[in-house]
């Protein structure tokens, strides 16, 4: 037998750069305290609780039939890159083509690939905060510089324009929004993504939009895209997918719309890390961008309904105040009226009032103070939560505000 010898895995230092996701952490101590015997309501994770629409399940099980098991080309197949850019071309009034198209397993490759594509150590990267915990992660890893901009309450969680300007400097190589946002649902409003397009379309600057959750809105008019903006679709980043819009968060398919020369750059990045996508998803996602769309329209029908449940039951808790978002699924309560940390606050309603729910502050510095709560779930079971939260709050003294 051979003799054993010492050795010790080292990683490389790059990783200590890595963030993570709250969400799955909670998800897991929520599992755990289930294990246990305790009931708990679960609104920390972010994917709709509707079925993925039957004909993009059936396009899948045709797609499985047909022999669409094998590689496909690296940038995804031509037919779902077309239809994808017909679709942008039309909901934004640009001109997008084929060229311009990269599918990914998940949107997050676009979110991986564009900034390790386009940053250089030292680069800064305005990002908003609170927002999408990756943003940060990423940028740290590029070894780029974070520069998080707050989202303001009063303004409906959108930039205060002049800090915005200020926070722009000759080392900002990369712009990230997000709108309708994650954690507060909020959107920002058409003038203010003017304003921002008139600051950025002159300089040597690349935006990445995340629009992810773009056609999840309860306003008249849909949110407003920086690409449709004069001068920005040829430096601007469309991320989006199909998990949140068609219940497809398990599929992993996402993709970008993005300028040709770093699309080429993304699909070289797919190369080394993925390959492709898998045929089969995609021919799925053909069927969700040109079927009916019907499932999308009462899926979020039915968002909208609970949102102003949600938002409704939790204003009337001591301590909480929660503005209707705009778009999204997620309720994102002003909880400093309880005189509670915020991380202590959710720690609180997981233990002891069995609701599952995300402190603000995991979305960076400026959400703590609130909860994040995914109204993707049960009306019976929203409504429940509000009960039991309602039975936790005797446990704080509202502040006098």
């Known amino acids: 037998m051979a003799t054993a010898t010492m050795y010790e895995l080292r990683l490389a230092r790059r990783m200590g750069r890595l963030g993570t996701e709250t969400a799955f952490e909670v998800l897991n101590k ?4 289930e294990r246990q015997g305790k009931s708990i309501i679960h609104l920390e994770i972010g994917e709709p609780d509707f079925a993925t629409p039957p004909h993009i399940v059936e396009a899948a099980k045709r797609a499985l039939d047909e ?30 083509r084929l060229e311009n198209v990269c599918v990914t397993p998940g949107a997050k490759p676009v979110l991986f690939f564009s900034i390790l594509a386009l940053v250089e150590p030292g680069d800064e990267v305005i990002y908003p905060d609170p927002g999408f915990p990756i943003y940060e992660s990423m940028i740290r890893f590029a070894g780029g510089t974070p520069v998080p901009v707050p989202l303001e309450e009063a303004r409906g969680f959108s930039f205060d324009l002049d800090l915005f300007r200020d926070r722009l400097t000759a080392r900002t190589r990369l712009v990230i929004l997000n709108s309708p946002h994650n954690p ?14 008139a600051m ?5 600057v690349t935006v990445l939009s995340d629009e992810i959750y773009t056609r999840i809105y309860y306003t008249e008019e849909a949110p407003a895209s920086i690409a449709s903006f004069p001068g920005m679709a040829d430096k601007t980043v469309i991320m989006d997918g199909f998990s949140k819009s068609y219940a497809m968060t398990g599929w992993r398919i996402g993709y970008g719309v993005m300028p040709e020369p770093l699309a080429q750059a993304v699909t070289k990045l797919m190369v080394n890390s993925n390959s492709c996508t898998a045929s089969f998803t995609q021919r799925a996602g053909i069927a969700a961008l040109t079927g009916p ?7 979020v029908r039915e968002f909208h309904r609970r949102r102003d449940a949600l938002c409704q039951g939790l204003n009337q808790v001591p301590g909480f105040r929660c503005a209707l978002p705009d778009g999204a699924f997620y309720a994102f309560p002003n909880v400093t009226g309880t005189g509670m940390d915020s991380k202590e606050l959710a720690d609180l309603l997981l ?30 079971n929203l409504m429940e939560a509000v009960e039991r939260i309602q039975k936790v709050a005797p446990r704080w003294t509202p502040v006098t505000r």
């Open 184 to 197: 507060t649902g909020g959107a920002i409003p058409r003038q203010d993504i003017a304003a921002l397009a």
């Open 30 to 33: 929520a599992k755990a305290l």
């Open 351 to 380: 233990n002891e009032g069995g609701v599952s729910c995300l402190d603000g502050g995991c979305f960076g510095p400026h959400g703590a103070g609130y909860l994040r709560l995914s109204y993707a779930n049960s009306m019976a």
């Open 200 to 204: 950025l379309c002159e300089r040597d």
């Open 67 to 96: 022999g669409w098991t094998h590689y496909g080309p690296t940038p995804g197949l031509p037919e779902l890159r077309e239809a994808i850019a017909v679709h942008v071309s039309g909901t934004h009034g640009i001109r997008a």
């Open 293 to 299: 769309q019907d499932g999308l329209v009462n899926m």
